[in-house]
């Protein structure tokens, strides 16, 4: 039992899927809890730990002496003994070989994750935090967990709107194509769709399986962590504390818990750019000037496509920074670039090759747009700049995300992609681009109603906001578990 004085303080084991857009969130759960006076273990790989988290929370630990620590536990996995290449602990290691596509290695990685049943059971024998918050990647993870009676809760990593579509989606035998709209059933705000814009697949598919071992899981849980704010989406988390998951607690946005500029250059992985050159890059152009432009960390287009959106872009007329992550495991020829571009768009453009500081960027004032794929770490990260955004989702649950953004919210405008693909999407012309990026850099209703959303995002984290009293509430309902557990 962790004790500080008279007072026993809680535990927190937080169990990430190696995923940059999982193990930031978490790294920002494990902060924001050591802020209230909680301890936090972090498990995670060796490489996970060494490349990822060691170097900040070593960082956070010094700088906060007074709060309590946050620790990394280890734990091996066997990549070459679970088929995985070599030293593939984390999707980023993930490529395509000619045997299979990311897609189904990504899938392949993420059933693999099974292989953590057994030592996290003999962990949790002899740690025994006060709870587990595990991935939703874990299904196994509430039975493991209810095992030694820690309370599991389950972090998605998304927001309540997509949790909410994903339940009530029933995809409609009677629409004549799979592009033909329809409305998702009980989902409040009558929310248009198309079939081929939805992940859910067939239940006797290895993915609907896999999707109804998490549903189950996630019923069987103490509850869900979601990394949103209640003035975001209202409607739908209560529909989802009321239809979907027994209990559900709202902390975010989580990556306002950083204040510092280190926290901010640095998280995730070192950046490809000198943090103060981009910055004083931006410092240069005017207020609300600047689209960004990047997505995540899964997401790549292959070279036509390149081609197109920096066409695209520059017919615009409008500065922008823009993030190339081309993930291939070989050092490509620069072929994906129109002859000449940087030369022409030199002063109003930035191309960045590989990892951006995107917190950093998007906070700045000459940010003025964000063209995301909609990864609900970077569409929070945008709500909580005040951006209105271009949305052009890949895959995941990414086209729920867009269409809070587009119908409900109101602060974006699609780029027009029609159809889900596993990790590059279909192809958007150019002057899709160019119309999309236009009309949202002008857009005032839209940016006001973003700047809005913005102030009520920074307004839920502060001390009395929902985020912050929710969490105080999760905590109080955690120690009476504890306190009943001490007890006996
Ligand atoms: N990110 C970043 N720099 C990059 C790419 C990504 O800081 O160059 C961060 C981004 O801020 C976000 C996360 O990585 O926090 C990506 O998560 P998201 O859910 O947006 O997308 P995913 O990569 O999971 O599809």
């Known amino acids: 039992m962790e004790t500080s004085g008279e007072v026993s303080k809680l535990h927190f084991l937080l169990f990430p899927f190696m995923a940059h857009g999982h193990m930031i969130p978490t790294l920002d759960m494990a902060k924001l809890f050591a802020t209230k006076g909680a301890k936090s273990t972090i498990l995670t790989t060796p490489l996970n730990a060494k490349l990822f988290f060691e170097k900040p929370i070593r960082s956070f630990n010094q700088d906060?002496?007074?709060?309590?620590?946050?620790?990394?536990?280890?734990?091996?996995?066997?990549?070459?003994?679970?088929?995985?290449?070599?030293?593939?602990?984390?999707?980023?290691?993930?490529?395509s070989t000619p045997d299979l596509n990311i897609g189904d290695l990504n899938l392949k990685f993420s059933l693999a994750m099974k292989y953590f049943i057994e030592p996290l059971e003999q962990l949790l024998e002899t740690m025994r935090p006060d709870c587990l918050v595990g991935n939703m990647f874990f299904p196994w993870a509430t039975k493991v967990a209810e095992k030694f009676g820690v309370p599991r809760l389950v972090f998605h990593g998304t927001g309540y709107f997509s949790l909410c579509a994903s339940h009530c989606i029933?995809?409609?035998?009677?629409?004549?194509?799979?592009?033909?709209?329809?409305?998702?059933?009980?989902?409040?705000?009558?929310?248009?769709?198309?079939?081929?814009?939805?992940i859910e697949k067939e239940e006797d598919s290895v993915v609907g399986r896999f999707m109804k071992e998490i549903r189950d899981s996630e019923r069987d849980s103490f509850g869900v962590l979601?990394?949103?704010?209640?003035?975001?989406?209202?409607?739908?988390?209560?529909?989802?504390?009321?239809?979907?998951?027994?209990?559900?607690?709202?902390?975010?946005?989580?990556?306002?818990?950083?204040?510092?500029?280190?926290?901010?250059?640095?998280?995730?992985?070192?950046?490809?750019?000198?943090?103060?050159?981009?910055?004083?890059?931006?410092?240069?152009?005017?207020?609300?000037?600047?689209?960004?432009?990047?997505?995540?960390?899964?997401?790549?287009?292959?070279?036509?496509?390149?081609?197109?959106?920096?066409?695209?872009?520059?017919?615009?007329?409008?500065?922008?920074?823009?993030?190339?992550?081309?993930?291939s495991s070989k050092v490509e020829k620069e072929d994906w670039l129109p002859e000449g571009f940087e030369e022409k768009t030199k002063g109003k453009g930035l191309i960045i090759r590989g990892w951006a500081p995107q917190v950093l960027i998007l906070e700045h004032q000459a940010i003025g747009g964000f063209l995301t794929h909609c990864g609900w770490n970077s569409l929070l990260e945008g709500v909580a700049s005040g951006l209105p955004m271009v949305t052009w989702p890949v895959g995941a649950e990414q086209f729920y995300n867009e269409k809070l953004v587009t119908q409900v919210l109101k602060t974006g405008v699609s780029v027009g992609v029609k159809k889900i693909m596993q990790v590059v999407g279909d192809f958007i012309s150019r002057e899709k681009v160019e119309r999309a990026v236009r009309e949202v850099m002008v857009g005032e209703?839209?940016?006001?109603?973003?700047?809005?959303?913005?102030?009520?995002?920074?307004?839920?984290?502060?001390?009395?906001?929902?985020?912050?009293?929710?969490?105080?509430?999760?905590?109080?309902?955690?120690?009476?578990?504890?306190?009943?557990?001490?007890?006996?």
Not at 172 to 190: H, M, R, Y
Not at 271 to 289: P, T, V
């Open 445 to 488: 209703e839209k940016r006001k109603r973003a700047k809005d959303l913005a102030e009520m995002a920074k307004n839920a984290v502060k001390e009395g906001g929902s985020s912050d009293l929710e969490l105080d509430r999760l905590m109080e309902e955690l120690m009476l578990v504890k306190l009943q557990k001490e007890k006996v």
């Open 226 to 327: 979601v990394n949103s704010f209640y003035e975001l989406e209202p409607a739908y988390s209560d529909y989802f504390k009321s239809f979907v998951a027994k209990r559900a607690w709202h902390i975010g946005p989580l990556s306002l818990g950083n204040r510092k500029f280190e926290e901010k250059a640095e998280r995730g992985k070192k950046a490809s750019i000198d943090e103060h050159e981009c910055l004083k890059w931006l410092d240069s152009k005017k207020c609300d000037s600047v689209l960004y432009m990047a997505f995540g960390t899964m997401s790549s287009f292959n070279n036509e496509q390149l081609i197109e959106i920096a066409a695209g872009l520059d017919m615009s007329g409008h500065a922008f920074v823009w993030v190339v992550n081309k993930k």
């Open 64 to 95: 906060n002496p007074r709060l309590e620590d946050i620790t990394i536990q280890i734990l091996n996995f066997p990549c070459t003994e679970l088929g995985l290449p070599d030293g593939c602990e984390n999707t980023d290691f993930i490529f």
């Open 170 to 198: 029933k995809l409609p035998k009677n629409v004549a194509s799979s592009s033909e709209p329809f409305v998702i059933p009980d989902l409040p705000g009558d929310i248009v769709i198309t079939k081929e814009q939805v």
